[in-house]
């Protein structure tokens, strides 16, 4: 089992870094020539939200494409929490499933209360 | 500065960062904000944010090798991170409250801190006594060496869910691993060998980070302009230094010469902290 969560960081961070080096690529290509500014927050961008990632890969658009990657990388640790959950489960475990399943409230509280918030 | 400009400078303060970064044990996230800030001018939480999300990627990266090892405690890992989620879901809130010239000087006090940590004497121990707690929640392990297999006992579990908390807030609030405090709680309050504590600090990261991450994500702090070249150059930066790392163990001077280097940019954020210019 360490050997399955071994590969599920390995693999979530190949492809995430995969996709964002991609959406980087398309991003230069078409916006390589503007003036980058990043002094001041400019408020909460489209690609925050799931439809707005969904369409702007549709229309090819490298932010987005870079965005998707980076959630994917973002997932990653937390998918080997659940991964971790399921290995203590298989060992019968259970005090440590519920450690983990307490772990992945907390994650998932945050992903709530960030969007509350926002 | 066109986009390709700011990529091309970005992407290669990055490898420069997570070289650092790797070889010094401190993380790559405590180079590039202060990079990112000072010479680029780019706002501090949008760094934070590019720097979270870089050390998800090395601490990932790396934690996949040391799992397979054998070595992470991952009992230990996952009982701790409770603490450190808790502290980073904290963090990442507080941190959208809190000026940004604030949060630059905590930065700049907290790396100068964990630069001088990071030149300590790591002395292996291997505890052996009792703790009713650390045998009641099975944290107690063994790891593979040269000369078989150790087990070792694990000390203060109660000590060590605090200070791992604070890490964890440290983390959130400044997108940082706080590796450095967190090998600390673990070598000298709990006690535990030093590869084991890195290790399993190392694995814990990851989660810290996308704790806050989420947070940081849905406030718009992540910026993929910025992000890109920030995660894919600290991760060319990592895999590079941890190939040094393996071919050279005398390297004494270098973790000096970046002590130096990491005071330096600290300091120059501490002062345009102060200065209001963050």
């Given amino acids: ?118 | 500065m066109s986009v390709i400009e700011f990529t091309l400078i970005v992407l290669i303060g990055s490898c420069f960062a997570g070289l650092v970064g790797s070889l010094t044990g401190l993380g790559g996230g405590f180079i590039i904000i202060p990079l990112l800030t000072i010479f680029l001018h780019v706002d501090i939480k949008y760094a934070i944010g590019a720097s979270l999300v870089s050390i998800i990627a090395t601490s990932s990266g790396s934690a996949a090798a040391y799992v397979k090892e054998g070595i992470t405690n991952m009992r230990l890992g996952m009982f701790l991170e409770i603490a450190t989620t808790l502290g980073a879901v904290c963090g990442a809130m507080l941190a959208m409250y809190i000026p940004t010239h604030y949060l630059a000087i905590i930065l700049g006090v907290i790396l100068i801190l964990s630069a001088l940590l990071s030149l300590r004497k790591k002395a292996q121990q291997i505890v052996t006594h009792k703790n009713d707690l650390a045998a009641k929640l099975k944290l107690n392990g063994s790891y593979p060496t040269a000369d078989g297999v150790v087990n070792y006992h694990v000390s203060k579990v109660g000590g060590g869910f605090v200070v791992m908390l604070f890490a964890g807030l440290l983390s959130g609030l400044l997108g940082i691993g706080s590796g450095a405090l967190k090998v600390l709680a673990m070598d000298s309050i709990m006690r535990i060998p030093f590869k084991v504590s890195t290790t399993t600090s190392n694995f814990m990261i990851g989660v810290t980070g996308a704790a806050s991450a989420v947070v940081y994500l849905q406030r718009g702090y992540i910026d993929p302009e910025i992000a890109m070249p920030v995660v894919i150059g600290v991760l060319i930066g990592a895999l590079v230094g941890s190939k040094i790392l393996v071919n050279s163990t005398s390297s004494g001077w270098l973790r000096w010469t970046f002590v130096v280097v990491v005071i330096f940019l600290a300091s120059q954020l501490i002062y345009n902290g102060i200065m209001g210019k963050i």
């Fill in chain 1, 1 to 118: 089992m360490q050997a399955v969560i071994g590969w599920v960081l390995r693999l979530g961070v190949i492809v995430s870094v995969s996709v964002v080096i991609f959406g980087g690529i398309v991003y230069i290509y078409r916006h390589g020539h503007e003036v980058a500014s990043h002094a001041r927050f400019a408020g909460v961008p489209d690609f925050v939200k799931i439809n707005g990632i969904i369409g702007g890969i549709l229309t090819f658009r490298g932010r987005a494409i870079i965005q998707a990657g980076i959630i994917l990388l973002i997932a990653t640790p937390i998918l080997r929490v659940f991964f971790s959950a399921i290995s203590f489960m298989l060992e019968k475990d259970y005090m440590y499933v519920c450690i983990s399943l307490l772990v992945l409230c907390i994650i998932f509280f945050s992903l709530i209360n960030g969007h509350v918030g926002g």
